[in-house]
């Protein structure tokens, strides 16, 4: 399993733009990068996957270098209740035997 | 609503007790992944069956078991509690083909 490294925590204001990137430097050939999201006592929810180049949806964007080694998930005008966990996963989506290996996460903090 | 339903919510009981959790995972998902997410912990993957049959297995303990039913409905079983237990524990479902796995609300387990 490929391991992930995402920073600890990071602080934005209201309507930014928000950048977090996640290290996976062992990502496999058939690996793809998985974005979640988890509110406290909450169970974790799919924003965005990806596999190469750029990914776009109604709530993110996930950026993929070439090399695969990195990524980027992207938030757009941030707001309060995008403060929350946010999980990079690496993994094989395929197939009928797969770990969804959670990483330490990113806590985001959306201030006013 | 993730289409995941556990039961129950809440749960306390004794240390040495034994407890069991219910998993319906959303109509069609053929898998069902377990976590445990102790306070201020991130999620540790203990186990994942499919269609029936145990598929993958993480950090799960020897006193705890799952298993999953011919509707597709899943249990998992903790023995001889802990106070180091307490945590909250939840259910994810996805399909085969399917790329994202969709989580219940979790059961808060306390063991006292």
């Known amino acids: 399993l490929a391991k992930t490294t995402q920073p600890i925590s990071m602080d934005s204001y209201e309507g930014q733009e928000v950048n977090i990137t996640c290290s996976h430097n062992n990502i496999a050939t058939n690996d793809y990068i998985t974005w979640y999201q988890q509110f406290p006592s909450q169970g974790p929810r799919f924003i965005i996957q990806?596999?190469?180049t750029k990914v776009t949806n109604e709530v993110a964007s996930l950026f993929i270098p070439a090399d695969r080694k990195s990524s980027t998930l992207s938030l757009p005008r941030v707001s309060l209740s995008d403060t929350a966990v946010y999980y990079c996963?690496?993994?094989?989506?395929?197939?009928?035997?797969?770990?969804?290996?959670f990483g330490s996460g990113t806590q985001l903090t959306v201030l006013p | 609503d993730s289409g995941v339903t556990q039961t129950p919510k809440h749960l306390i009981t004794a240390t040495g007790q034994r407890v069991t959790l219910r998993c319906s995972p959303r109509s069609g998902d053929l898998s069902v992944y377990w976590y445990q997410q102790s306070l201020d912990q991130g999620l540790q993957f203990l186990i994942q069956y499919y269609n029936g049959e145990e598929r993958a297995k993480g950090n799960i303990l020897e006193r705890f078991s799952a298993q999953q039913f011919p509707d597709l409905h899943s249990e998992l079983n903790l023995s001889s509690l802990e106070l180091g237990d307490s945590a909250l524990y939840f259910c994810?479902?996805?399909?085969?083909?399917?790329?994202?796995?969709?989580f219940g609300q979790g059961t808060r387990l306390t063991v006292v």
């Open positions: 994810a479902s996805s399909g085969v083909v399917n790329t994202e796995a969709f």
């Open positions: 990806g596999y190469k």
């Open positions: 996963l690496v993994g094989d989506p395929s197939g009928s035997a797969r770990q969804l290996t």
